[in-house]
């Protein structure tokens, strides 16, 4: 896959859109969710959490004296800290996404794209792992709106790898690195080298104590299989070539063999309570975005 332009893939129109979806997100954080991002860590914001004994080796400045003069002990007003939350965009760049039209890995840049952008305007800090493409390094968690530009044509560089390894491989690789623990939102087609890719990825992910989200990304032709006659089938994984001769029977089977294998990763997040929404590359990515934060569990 050639090296796009930012205004080829992220056009002024899509830029535009995030806009309002920024006012979406800032509601409802600033609303239902506002409480789940205090920390148990005790900081120096401006909310009372309670008072400790001062004990030496303490700061003394942060001693309550009009407390002292009530009670004459020496104590310390401790208060709840915000978190400084990171949201982490794992974009898979294996060989499976790179079809359909649109891409499905042009549509999952722009998702990463819109949910960095809105990570960024909520003040935290979002950070982007190109999962599978080793030409190009992580984009570490940063703060600010200042830096989406430079993302965008962060994104609009990586490229989906000719040689990529198992989705569980490239996800250790990363855990190995022990990321700060957030928000991790894997954006991918859940298609892997076995069925079983995509559970151990996941696993890894929850042993690394990352509170997880997936947006799947799929194009509606995969969920189906057209026409009739014999066929050559090309895994875009391993590269793997088989004939087949489609008949109604054939179609049958595919269409059960995807749903069931559908129904199992739902049956997987519901079980370990991951967000998972999935959508269909022709939607647009503005309605995507706006359905993955009044889903919750995309926003923090």
């Known amino acids: 896959m050639p090296i796009q332009e930012v205004d080829d893939l992220f056009d002024a129109d899509f830029r535009k859109n995030l806009e309002s979806l920024r006012l979406l ?19 120096s914001s401006i909310e009372f959490a309670e008072y400790r ?22 104590v310390l007003k401790l208060f709840v800290e915000e978190e400084d939350l990171h949201v982490h965009l794992l974009v898979d760049c294996t060989l499976s996404m790179d079809w359909g039209s649109p891409c499905k890995f042009d549509v999952a840049r722009q998702l990463t794209a819109g949910l960095a952008y809105l990570a960024l305007a909520n003040l935290d800090r979002a950070g ?31 490229e989906v790898e000719s040689d990529s390894n198992c989705l569980s491989d490239v996800v250790r690789k990363w855990t190995d690195t022990r990321p700060r623990r ?17 559970f151990r990825a996941l696993d890894l992910l929850r ?35 088989r004939k087949v001769l489609i008949d109604p029977a054939i179609r049958r089977a595919y269409e059960k063999r995807v749903s069931d294998y559908q129904e199992r990763v739902m049956r997987y997040c519901r079980r370990h309570s991951i967000a998972f929404l999935t959508t269909e590359c022709t939607a647009s990515p503005e309605e995507t975005l706006k359905a993955a934060l009044l889903a919750g569990g995309f926003v923090r």
């Not at 004994?53 to 942060?62: A, E, M, V, Y």
């Open 128 to 158: 982007v792992v190109p999962l599978g493409y080793s030409k190009q390094p992580i984009w570490r968690p940063t703060r600010g709106r200042g830096k989406f530009l430079a993302l965008l044509r962060y994104l609009a560089q990586c």
């Open 25 to 43: 997100s800032r509601r409802l954080v600033n609303g239902r969710q506002r409480a789940e991002r205090r920390s148990s860590k005790r900081g």
């Open 207 to 241: 042993h690394a104590r990352q509170e997880v989200a997936i947006l799947q990304v799929l194009h509606p032709d995969e969920l189906s299989v057209d026409g009739r006659g014999d066929y050559d089938l090309v895994d875009r994984e391993t590269g793997h070539s």
């Open 182 to 198: 957030g928000l991790t939102i894997l954006l991918s087609d859940l298609w892997g080298r076995d069925e079983e890719d995509i």
């Open 53 to 74: 004994r001062f004990t030496p080796g303490d700061d003394w400045r942060n001693i309550d004296w009009n407390a002292y003069a009530r009670w004459k002990q020496l």
